[in-house]
Antibody
Framework: VQLEQSGAEVKKPGESLKISCKAS????????IAWVRQKPGKGLEWMGI????????RYSPSFEGQVTMSVDKSINTAYLEWSSLKASDSAVYYC?????????WGQGTRVTVSS | DIVLMQSPGTLSLSPGERATLSCRAS???????LAWYQQKPGQPPRLLIF???RRATGLPSRFSGSGSGTDFTLTINKLEPDDFAMYYC?????????FGQGTQVEVK
C-alpha cells in the first residue's frame, strides 16, 4: 500500500485549491481514505473519511462545510478541496489508508495561504 | 465528539528507561478502537498499536498497548534513541474520530 500526495502549494486568501492523494498497491475502492490536518507546531486533527467505492463521506463537525472530499476511481486518487482558502488553512495535510486504524500515510502536502 | 486527553504532556527520560503514556477518553471507546502513533519532525505519523493492544507489523516488542473503555496506556520498555518523539492516540470507534493532543517523549 502506498499513498503519494501532490506537492506543496502557496495560495492567496480567497483562492481555491484541490490537493490529491494517489493510491497504489491495493484495491482502491475497497478501503476508506482519511484526511488529517496538522498546523505548524501543533497536533493531528481528523478531518474526515471517504469510501472510494461509493463516495460515502463522513466529515468531522469541525470541517463540515469547510472542505470537500472526493475521489476519482478511474485513477485511484482521492482529493481534498477548498473553494475559498483562509490564512488559517495553512497546514500540512495528510491522507491515510484505513486498514488497521490508519495504517499507511501519505508524505503530506504543505499548504501555505498568505497574502 | 469523544475527547482524548493524553498525559503527561512531556515525558523526560533517559535511554534504557520505561515510558508510560496515558490516553483517557471522555466516553467509552467502542470495541477498543484505539490506536497509537509515533511522529518525528517532518515525517507523517507511524502506526504503532491498533485495537488498543495489537502491534503493527514489524513493531518491536518493547512497545505495548493496554487498556479498555476509557483508559488506555502505551508502554515503551527500555527506551532506545530512536524512540524519542511525539506520540498520539486516536479513537476510531465513534462516527467522528479524534486524536489526543500528544505526549512528547524527550531525552532527559
Amino acid at each position: 500500500v502506498q499513498l503519494e500526495q501532490s506537492g506543496a502549494e502557496v495560495k492567496k486568501p480567497g483562492e481555491s485549491l484541490k490537493i490529491s492523494c494517489k493510491a497504489s498497491g491495493y484495491m482502491f475502492i475497497g478501503n476508506w481514505i482519511a484526511w488529517v490536518r496538522q498546523k505548524p507546531g501543533k497536533g493531528l486533527e481528523w478531518m474526515g473519511i471517504i469510501y472510494p467505492g461509493d463516495s460515502d463521506t463522513r466529515y468531522s463537525p469541525s470541517f463540515e462545510g469547510q472542505v470537500t472530499m472526493s475521489v476519482d476511481k478511474s485513477i485511484n486518487t482521492a482529493y481534498l478541496e477548498w473553494s475559498s482558502l483562509k490564512a488559517s488553512d495553512s497546514a500540512v495535510y495528510y491522507c491515510a489508508h484505513r486498514g488497521a486504524a490508519l495504517d499507511v500515510w501519505g508524505q503530506g502536502t504543505r499548504v501555505t495561504v498568505s497574502s | 465528539d469523544i475527547v482524548l486527553m493524553q498525559s503527561p504532556g512531556t515525558l523526560s527520560l533517559s535511554p534504557g528507561e520505561r515510558a508510560t503514556l496515558s490516553c483517557r477518553a471522555s466516553q467509552n471507546v467502542d470495541s477498543d478502537w484505539l490506536a497509537w502513533y509515533q511522529q518525528k519532525p517532518g515525517q507523517p505519523p507511524r502506526l504503532l498499536i491498533f485495537g488498543a493492544s495489537r502491534r503493527a507489523t514489524g513493531l518491536p516488542s518493547r512497545f505495548s498497548g493496554s487498556g479498555s473503555g476509557t483508559d488506555f496506556t502505551l508502554t515503551i520498555n527500555k527506551l532506545e534513541p530512536d524512540d524519542f518523539a511525539m506520540y498520539y492516540c486516536l479513537q476510531y470507534g465513534d462516527s467522528a474520530w479524534t486524536f489526543g493532543q500528544g505526549t512528547q517523549v524527550e531525552v532527559k
